[in-house]
């Protein structure tokens, strides 16, 4: 059974960081994508940053310069690097797996609806 655990949330000052992390376990798949997708009060979910198995990457303009997201095959764990935070950064933050489909960075990002798995979550809260 596939599971994903996000961890890593918290509450900062804007221009701080936070670094979240996802703990993937049950799959054994090679081929891959997996993301950061958020979701803030009143708003629809948006996709943040995603990376496949070959290590591409793609990123929300929003986020660009400042988020860095990446995975360590090792431990099986995907990150997402937080950087100078705003306050329109807060949202749950969860994070995404597509074992299945191969589909392209760019392309989940712009609909999560393509991914398979999804982890619980983990809040970040950005104070001005």
């Known amino acids: 059974q596939v599971q994903l655990v996000e961890s890593g949330g918290g509450s900062v000052r804007a221009g701080g960081s936070l670094r979240l992390s996802c703990a993937a376990s049950g799959y054994t798949y090679s081929s891959y994508c997996m993301g950061w997708f958020r979701q803030a009060p009143g708003k629809e979910r948006e996709g943040v940053a995603a990376i496949d198995s070959d290590g591409s990457t793609s990123y929300a303009d929003s986020v660009k310069g400042r988020f860095t997201i990446s995975k360590d095959n090792a431990k099986n764990t995907l990150y997402l690097q937080m950087n100078s935070l705003k306050p329109e950064d807060t949202a749950m933050y969860y994070c995404?797996?597509?074992?299945?489909?191969?589909?392209?960075?760019?392309?989940?990002?712009?609909?999560?609806?393509?991914?398979?798995?999804w982890g619980q979550g983990t809040q970040v809260t950005v104070s001005s």
């Open positions: 995404a797996a597509d074992l299945t489909s191969g589909y392209l960075p760019r392309t989940v990002l712009a609909v999560p609806e393509m991914m398979d798995y």
